[in-house]
T-cell receptor
Framework: AQTVTQSQPEMSVQEAETVTLSCTYD???????LFWYKQPPSRQMILVIR??????QNATENRFSVNFQKAAKSFSLKISDSQLGDTAMYFC??????????FGGGTRLMVKP | ETGVTQSPTHLIKTRGQQVTLRCSSQ?????VSWYQQALGQGPQFIFQ???????GRGNFPPRFSGLQFPNYSSELNVNALELDDSALYLC??????????????FGPGTRLLVL
């Protein structure tokens, strides 16, 4: 079974600084997607960014970018120019066969003013 | 474009009762997945529906059941509620073709408390 590991239960960053959240996964598949979701205190799970494994170029969405290392099975999320609204739980997710997401345990990010 | 909606937002039940949670998928989406999220943990996959049939199931007992309707909306039913069923229940919809195929978009969730 695929597993997803987020090794940082909590992190903090000063407003306007850059922070990187780590994620590793285990799979024997070759073509797949990887996702980062954000869950603020309002609890709605919001898609942050998506990476397609067959694409060598790292995905970028405004201040959010990923560092995808397929051989190392690593998928980290970099948040640049952190804002107070980035305070949330962040989950890395990997789809099993049939697009059933397996989530990591999450990283609680606190952005400090 | 209407996003994923869920009802109710909160629910309180007693042990042994039955509950039905509802989800309307995002416009253009044909697949619905349900997840259970216990406090302080990541979501756990319950099951997925595609073309009104169950398309995969996680490690949940048969008292967790579901339906998908022709308009792609879905229900999650839980019978014989147990205290451990207290959680946030998340619904997500996706589509099987298009630029964001296989990307799941989540609703706001239903918070269930079993007393």
């Amino acid at each position: 079974a695929q597993t997803v590991t987020q090794s940082q239960p909590e992190m903090s960053v000063q407003e306007a600084e850059t922070v990187t959240l780590s994620c590793t996964y285990d799979t024997s598949e070759n073509n797949y997607y990887l996702f980062w979701y954000k869950q603020p205190p309002s609890r709605q799970m919001i898609l942050v960014i998506r990476q397609e494994a067959y694409k060598q170029q790292n995905a970028t969405e405004n201040r959010f970018s990923v560092n995808f290392q397929k051989a190392a099975k690593s998928f980290s999320l970099k948040i640049s120019d952190s804002q107070l609204g980035d305070t949330a739980m962040y989950f890395c997710a990997f789809p099993n066969a049939g697009n059933m997401l397996t989530f990591g345990g999450g990283t609680r990010l606190m952005v400090k003013p | 474009e209407t996003g994923v909606t869920q009802s109710p937002t909160h629910l309180i039940k007693t042990r042994g009762q039955q509950v039905t949670l509802r989800c309307s998928s995002q416009s253009g989406h044909n697949t619905v997945s349900w997840y259970q999220q216990a406090l302080g943990q990541g979501p756990q996959f319950i099951f997925q529906y595609y073309r009104e049939e169950e398309n995969g199931r996680g490690n949940f007992p048969p008292r967790f059941s579901g339906l998908q309707f022709p308009n792609y909306s879905s229900e999650l039913n839980v019978n014989a509620l147990e205290l451990d069923d207290s959680a946030l229940y998340l619904c997500a919809s996706s589509r099987t073709s298009g630029g964001d195929a296989e990307t799941q978009y989540f609703g706001p969730g239903t918070r269930l408390l079993v007393l």
